[in-house]
């Protein structure tokens, strides 16, 4: 199975901080990466498919790249709302699998 | 606008089967277009994918997982179900189901789950 590794796994930031998250795939896996946001008490939400792919209705400050192993998430400016644990998906292959997950609190 | 809802009992006793059901609303599962698969969220802990299927009975499995489970289809009633048979406290966890979309094109690809149900408690505990 693929393993995803994240980074950091948790981060502190200010209100209009730019944030980057990083996931890393232990074998290419094309694009085929999403990333997903999570609030406490809450379902998952898909922000970002197939790497760079924005999900309609989500916000332009958020942002993805990379391709074969290597993505970043970015939050261009980060708002109170966006204080959540971010996960990424790699649906390349079966088993899917999940990264372990970033944490983003207020500084 | 597709709505999913998981239902089933919140208590399941060790060594028991666990059966939970999405229902899909606003939308056919019978679509050409998706995979319907179940996550789950241990307390405190992560995601977990458990298995896909797809409206003509294609499943795909968490090999973790893959003696115990069985996801199925009934495109009558537009639902899917989850069993996981001979729990334990560790399969204590809220349970999602979601929608995988799939990519149009001639390689088999994803554009991830964008649909989520509210997710279901599920507690393992004589």
């Known amino acids: 199975a693929i393993q995803m590794t994240q980074s950091p796994s948790s981060l502190s930031a200010s209100v209009g901080d730019r944030v980057t998250i990083t996931c890393r795939a232990s074998?290419?896996?094309?694009?085929?990466l999403g990333w997903y946001q999570q609030k406490p008490g809450k379902a998952p939400k898909l922000l970002i498919y197939a790497a760079s792919s924005l999900q309609s209705g989500v916000p332009s400050r958020f942002s993805g790249s990379g391709s074969g192993t290597d993505f970043n998430l970015t939050i261009s400016s980060l708002q109170p709302e966006d204080f959540a644990t971010y996960y990424c998906?790699?649906?390349?292959?079966?088993?899917?699998?999940f990264g372990p997950g970033t944490k983003v609190d207020i500084k | 606008q597709l709505q999913l809802q998981e239902s089933g009992p919140g208590l399941v006793k060790p060594s028991e089967t666990l059966s939970l059901t999405c229902t899909v609303s606003?939308?056919?599962?019978?679509?050409?277009?998706?995979?319907w698969a179940w996550i789950r969220q241990p307390p405190g802990k992560g995601l977990e994918w458990i298995g896909n299927?797809?409206?003509?009975?294609?499943?795909f499995y968490n090999p973790s997982l893959k003696s115990r489970v069985t996801i199925s289809v009934d495109t009558s009633k537009n639902q899917f179900s989850l069993k996981l048979s001979s729990v334990t406290a560790a399969d204590t966890a809220l349970y999602y189901c979601?929608?995988?979309?799939?990519?149009?094109?001639?390689?088999?690809?994803?554009?991830?789950?964008?649909?989520w149900g509210q997710g279901t408690t599920v507690t393992v505990s004589s």
């Open positions: 606003g939308g056919s599962i019978s679509s050409s277009s998706y995979y």
């Open positions: 998906l790699q649906d390349y292959n079966y088993p899917l699998t």
């Open positions: 074998q290419g896996i094309r694009n085929d």
């Open positions: 979601t929608r995988h979309v799939l990519a149009s094109g001639f390689v088999v690809s994803y554009y991830g789950m964008d649909a």
């Open positions: 299927i797809f409206y003509s009975g294609t499943t």
